[in-house]
């Protein structure tokens, strides 16, 4: 019996791994599909995209949508606000939600409770409940068509999931390190910079990347408190290639799309170990 078991069991393996395998590549292709699309609609001319037997590759590397989108939205300055108000945002995010995750994960307090609690009920609120009051309050301070109001609009809203992650990642950390280090006559902040800090690296690393990204990509909160086209981020320059009546540059969107998505995608891959790392590390406790 124990012979047959094993035989079973080795014939199941070997017909598991290859469906495994082959449910990996279709997800693959699944996520790899919309930049393959934008990439091979930015290349075509506008002959191309309205033929309706044009072939999925295009007939030759056209970089006219490149250059006419550069123009007509004026990307550079678009990506310099975003670049600015992301990086802003998550500096400030993380200098905010650094100290908040250590204190509620070691200082278990009747607060702790409540902060966490409130900290999943604020991811429930969608947009359109809170856009109204804070365009009056930002209106009320004059914060609004500016890339400061923007930059606090962002960071509040994305302090509550930043801090949900670090807390798991805080959590991981054996609290006896820090017990040897108050033990050898370090205080609190020589063993947070010493101990801790360097532990929650790769934790850092990727709350700071869910942070930018979310700035970089978010749409709806800019749309409503930025009217100046030279305060303008990204996604409201691509917004540009819609026309009023719904006709759509398709491929100066696509040429326009492409070129937004390559500093998040560098980025990304320069950090893919330290991402990688942090994720693992923050899924060890919660």
Do not use: H
Not at 62 to 81: C, E, H, Q, S, V
């Amino acid at each position: 019996m124990t012979t047959l078991a094993r035989t079973s069991a080795v014939g199941r393996s070997r017909i598991a791994r290859p469906l495994q395998y082959l449910a990996l590549l279709a997800y693959m292709c699944f996520l790899a599909f919309p930049l393959l699309f934008l990439l091979t609609t930015a290349f075509k001319t506008p002959r191309e995209l309205q033929s309706p037997d044009a072939g999925i590759l295009p007939e030759r590397l056209d970089w006219t949508n490149f250059t006419a989108a550069i123009d007509k939205a004026d990307l550079f300055t678009a990506a310099g606000n975003s670049l600015l108000v992301a990086v802003t945002t998550t500096a400030i995010v993380t200098a905010v939600a650094l100290p908040a995750a250590y204190a509620l994960v070691r200082f278990r307090t009747r607060l702790r409770a409540f902060a966490t609690g409130w900290i999943l009920l604020s991811q429930v609120f969608p947009f359109i409940l809170i856009i109204i009051p804070l365009f009056l309050l930002l209106k009320d301070i004059g914060l609004v068509n500016t890339l400061l109001g923007l930059v606090l609009v962002y960071a509040v809203w994305s302090l509550p999931f930043s801090l949900w992650m670090l807390q798991g990642y805080v959590a991981a950390i054996p609290v006896e390190l820090e017990e040897a280090s108050a033990v050898d006559g370090a205080g609190r902040l020589k063993t947070l910079a010493r101990i801790v800090l360097p532990l929650l690296a790769p934790g850092l690393v990727a709350t700071s990347l869910f942070t930018f990204i979310n700035s970089w990509n978010e749409f709806f909160f800019a749309l409503v408190l930025i009217q100046d086209p030279d305060m303008q981020t990204l996604p409201l320059a691509l917004a540009r290639f819609v026309g009023a009546e719904g006709q759509v540059q398709l491929g100066q969107l696509a040429a326009a799309a492409l070129l937004a998505c390559l500093p998040s995608l560098v980025f990304f891959l320069l950090i893919q170990k330290r991402l990688t790392a942090g994720l693992l590390s923050g899924a060890v406790k919660g």
